[in-house]
């Protein structure tokens, strides 16, 4: 990470540069998942307990997965879409599981937040911050946040507890995808204090009919490469549509890699997952998208985005699956096979 290391005793020192700010603002990334919902209502609770802060949590695109917009109900809809007028107006801006120069996030152009707490690859442009936190090798910004918590002793409500463990969970994949040992730790102080009842409500959330028609058109434009596995499934509804359709491909026996596309405003979104422990999902999905766009990740999961402009959208997904391929060396006479076939 180019000599970056976490700073001691965090906890301290973000509350040191907090200090006396008169208005806070925490930005979670784009159509933010449960890591950073819970991350930044994490925080928001910790900086109105220790300094009596009233920070605001807002955020750009939109909660689209029904599980996400479950979690937010349950929560008592704490999070608001951005506008300009809050950005101009904030004194602090913190940024929460995203970093500057990712493209994901409303952080303006030339702005420097104040903070970065994040879990994801390490940015060089975090390093203009006053205060960072980024630990690439931690599995959720939620475990860093339960730290942050405990650290401040202080005693959670159960909504907060249960989307921190939520937020845990559905970022290592219940701890079996890129977990560390702080996530592991993170994950069991939670758990005896998780609202059982919601957080099932929440896992179970309703879905209307058009979510399993997604999964049908996916299945049948899915195409197998080998160890790699393809799929375009044109317009989504919400961006994360192209990750739900990643997660449940990645299952296919004999699947390394899964990489799924679908446009949504103009844009085309890549969601890659790997079972690779040699080659990173987020290493592979910046060298697939070069400067078409923004992307990366984590060893074992990865997005990104492409603008379109206008293009067209499954033109641009050949181009890049195209890409893929070529990264991973399979061979170009190397028929696609249909799941349907």
């Given amino acids: 990470m180019d000599g970056y290391t976490i700073p001691a005793r965090p906890l301290d020192q973000l509350l040191h540069l907090l200090a006396g700010a008169?208005?806070?603002?925490?930005?979670?990334?784009?159509?933010?998942?449960?890591?950073?919902?819970?991350?930044?209502?994490?925080?928001?609770?910790?900086?109105?307990?220790r300094l009596g802060l009233e920070a605001s949590v807002a955020y750009q695109g939109m909660v689209g997965r029904a599980e996400n917009k479950a979690l937010v109900r349950f929560l008592g809809r704490p999070l608001r879409p951005l506008t300009e007028a809050e950005l101009r107006r904030a004194s602090h801006i913190v940024l929460v599981d995203t970093q500057p120069g990712t493209g994901n996030n409303p952080l303006p152009a030339g702005r420097i937040p104040s903070a970065i707490?994040?879990?994801?690859?390490?940015?060089?442009?975090?390093?203009?911050?006053?205060?960072?936190?980024?630990?690439?090798?931690?599995?959720?910004?939620?475990?860093?946040?339960?730290?942050?918590?405990?650290?401040?002793?202080?005693?959670?409500?159960?909504?907060?507890?249960?989307a921190?463990?939520?937020?845990?969970?559905?970022?290592?994949?219940?701890?079996?995808?890129?977990?560390?040992?702080?996530?592991?730790?993170?994950?069991?102080?939670?758990?005896?204090?998780?609202?059982?009842?919601?957080?099932?409500?929440?896992?179970?959330?309703?879905?209307?009919?058009?979510?399993?028609?997604?999964?049908?058109?996916?299945?049948?434009?899915?195409?197998?490469?080998?160890?790699?596995?393809?799929?375009?499934?044109?317009?989504?509804?919400?961006p994360d549509q192209a990750a739900e359709i990643a997660d449940l491909l990645s299952r296919l026996e004999g699947v390394q890699w899964v990489?799924?596309?679908?446009?949504?405003?103009?844009?085309?979104?890549?969601?890659?997952?790997?079972?690779s422990r040699s080659t990173g999902a987020g290493q592979l999905v910046r060298a697939v998208v070069g400067d078409l766009g923004m992307a990366g990740g984590h060893g074992t999961m990865a997005g990104g985005q492409v603008p379109l402009h206008g293009a067209d959208p499954a033109i641009m997904a050949e181009?890049?699956?195209?890409?893929?391929?070529?990264?991973?060396?399979?061979?170009?006479?190397?028929?696609?096979?249909?799941?349907?076939?």
Avoid at 321 to 339: D, F, I, S
């Fill in 117 to 162: 707490i994040d879990h994801h690859t390490w940015r060089a442009e975090s390093a203009l911050a006053p205060f960072v936190d980024v630990r690439p090798q931690q599995g959720a910004t939620s475990t860093i946040l339960t730290e942050y918590l405990q650290a401040a002793a202080l005693e959670l409500p159960r909504p907060l507890a249960t």
């Fill in 164 to 238: 921190l463990f939520y937020g845990i969970k559905t970022d290592t994949m219940g701890l079996g995808r890129g977990a560390g040992l702080e996530d592991v730790a993170a994950y069991y102080y939670l758990q005896p204090l998780v609202d059982i009842e919601a957080l099932v409500e929440i896992e179970r959330a309703q879905v209307p009919a058009s979510y399993f028609k997604s999964f049908v058109t996916a299945i049948q434009a899915a195409r197998v490469y080998g160890q790699v596995a393809l799929a375009y499934i044109g317009a989504m509804s919400y």
């Fill in 22 to 49: 008169t208005r806070v603002l925490i930005l979670p990334h784009n159509d933010p998942d449960p890591d950073a919902i819970a991350s930044a209502l994490g925080l928001r609770y910790l900086l109105a307990q």
């Fill in 319 to 341: 181009r890049l699956c195209q890409a893929m391929l070529a990264h991973l060396k399979v061979p170009p006479a190397t028929p696609g096979v249909a799941l349907t076939a």
């Fill in 259 to 275: 990489m799924c596309m679908g446009a949504h405003n103009d844009t085309l979104i890549l969601a890659v997952r790997s079972r």
